[in-house]
């Protein structure tokens, strides 16, 4: 899969379902569930490593996580989260988007706004595609105060989609907005011509991502714009086959679980 692809489909109207995965066997069961996007999210600090917030993640981690899901993924498009303060100049982000790179990424994908604009575009200039990431940006959980929606006023709402828009100019090709209004996930997914892939973000955008161990009901606490789709399937298999249908066929995000509506 490739970028083109997923601007086709936008263009086309045709959801994009994306999914987290962080080793091989999860990854080979996704992209054979026909996945279009594959995210070796940070989330694995959460739920694979066992941490409070993602802030702790390396990018060790993120090197060994990527390579495993690489051997498993031959037809979504594999991107891989930069860890907390790896991309916080222009410099370590060129250098550590090179090791996500050479360990199996296609896509690096960034928490932040406006600042990150000039290393956006140098990043894109040296041949690295970027996945921007605005709403709720985990990394930043103590600067935001807790796990709450982002973009409910219309001051915060516009910040976020001038960020969005300016990510875009920037060189962004792909962007994850997360816990927002449903109506902002829509007013931003039509003001933008790259996709924009919505978690708790509600029915409007591109496509839809959740984190794999959230659907499959395996995480202490699931959110509630996520859905366990294991507890209707036969097999993990089958979960995410039926979340990929829910995404295209428009039957995932209810109402319920959009938190901003
Ligand atoms: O780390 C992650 O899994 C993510 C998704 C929630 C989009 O960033």
New binding site residues.
């Given amino acids: 899969m490739y970028m083109n692809d997923l601007r086709e489909k936008k263009l086309r109207g045709e959801k994009i379902t994306s999914i ?1 995965a962080y080793d091989y066997s999860f990854a080979r069961v996704a992209d054979e569930a026909g996945f279009d996007i594959i ?1 070796v ?3 694995l600090g959460n739920v694979v490593l066992g941490y409070d917030t ?1 802030i702790p993640v390396s990018i060790d981690d993120m090197e060994y996580h990527t390579r495993a899901v690489s051997r498993g993924t031959r037809n979504g498009l594999l991107i891989s ?1 930069m860890p907390f303060m790896t991309y916080s100049s222009t410099a370590s982000a060129l250098k550590n988007a090179t090791i996500l790179m050479q360990a199996g990424a296609q896509m690096v ?1 960034l928490e932040g706004g406006e600042w990150l604009s000039e290393t956006v575009n140098q990043l894109s200039k040296c041949g690295i595609p970027v996945c921007a ?1 605005l709403g709720l940006t ?1 990394q930043s959980i103590h600067k935001i105060g807790g796990f709450k929606i982002q973009g409910s006023d219309e001051t915060s709402a516009n910040t976020i989609l001038s960020n969005a828009i300016n990510l875009e100019q920037a060189g962004a090709e792909l962007l ?1 907005v ?1 816990c927002v209004p449903s109506e902002l996930g829509k007013t931003i997914s039509e003001r933008l011509s790259i996709p924009v892939i919505g ?1 708790g973000a509600g029915a409007g955008t591109d496509g839809q ?1 959740l ?1 794999m161990y959230d659907l499959l009901g395996l995480s202490p606490q699931i959110p509630s714009f996520s859905k366990n789709f294991l507890r209707e399937s036969s097999s993990i298999s089958d979960a995410l086959i039926r979340f990929g249908a829910a995404i295209r066929d428009g039957s995932f995000p209810k109402a319920e679980q959009t938190d901003g509506s």
């Fill in positions: 987290t995210l999210g940070d989330s993602t989260d994908k990431h985990p994850v997360e978690i991502i984190v």
